[in-house]
């Protein structure tokens, strides 16, 4: 049965999309079968995968919306082992259009469950906000990777996400948990990245991961490419830090 974690962090421009292409990639390339699904009306995890989302016919919105199944909506062997359940900026309405629906926080975990066996790991691309969207993807989930970008704020509104996954473990999914932090756009180089981490390492009991995503200049031009950065570039320091976590992620879970 495979493995459902959700990144969120509702603060934007954190390393969300990057951590879900990349950390999917690479677990893939350890022989995982991994589906990752865009849960973001911005489609950045879709796009970072070359698929052109402004075609696309059947996405996570019709499944929201139960106009297809979720079988019918997934792009599959992008690249080799890994699948994905794209999105577009028609998932934006998806909020106004399920007013009134009953158990809408269940939509997408009734769909998943149908596949779940199919795949080793389930990654879910949360948007920068705790809406609908987010409420679905922590129902579905079976853990929480929070990604944290070394800056001043990094704190900020982390503490509104450890409230909504409390809220949803006492309410909806009694099973959620914290996977752990993950920092990323770490620069060595500078005192405020080590301040942050330390700030971070004193204020949160949660699980933080060894491996810190460092700031690399290949990692920010991969998703103009449409490749996860262990094609782009596969030698790079971008694609190592995340083949790292994907190993720890592995241990973890053994």
Do not use: W
């Amino acid at each position: 049965m495979g493995k459902v974690i959700a990144i969120a962090n509702q603060k934007g421009g954190v390393g969300k999309s990057t951590t879900a292409i990349n950390l999917s990639a690479c677990l893939a390339e350890l022989k995982k079968k991994v589906l990752v699904i865009d849960a973001d009306p911005q489609g950045n995890t879709t796009s970072g995968f070359g698929i052109n989302k402004s075609i696309l016919i059947n996405t996570v919105y019709e499944m929201f919306l139960g106009d297809v199944p979720v079988n019918e909506c997934i792009v599959r062997d992008v690249p080799p082992g890994l699948y994905v359940l794209p999105s577009n900026v028609n998932l934006a309405a998806a909020e106004i259009e399920l007013i009134g629906t009953e158990r809408k926080e269940y939509l997408l975990k009734n769909e998943i469950e149908k596949i779940k066996g199919e795949f080793d790991y389930i990654i879910i691309d949360c948007p920068p906000s705790l809406n609908i969207l987010t409420v679905n993807a922590l129902t579905t989930a079976d853990s929480v990777l929070v990604p944290i970008q070394c800056e001043f704020y990094a704190l900020e509104g982390l503490s509104q996400l450890l409230h909504t996954v409390n809220l949803v473990r006492e309410r909806i999914n009694e099973g959620l948990r914290i996977e752990g932090i993950v920092f990323t756009m770490y620069d060595s180089r500078t005192n405020l990245s080590n301040q942050v981490v330390e700030n971070v390492k004193a204020n949160l009991s949660q699980k933080i991961f060894r491996t810190m995503i460092p700031r690399n200049i290949r990692l920010a031009e991969a998703p103009s490419y449409g490749q996860p950065i262990t094609i782009y570039d596969p030698r790079s320091a971008g694609a190592e830090s995340y083949r790292q976590l994907a190993k720890e992620l592995l241990q973890v879970q053994n």
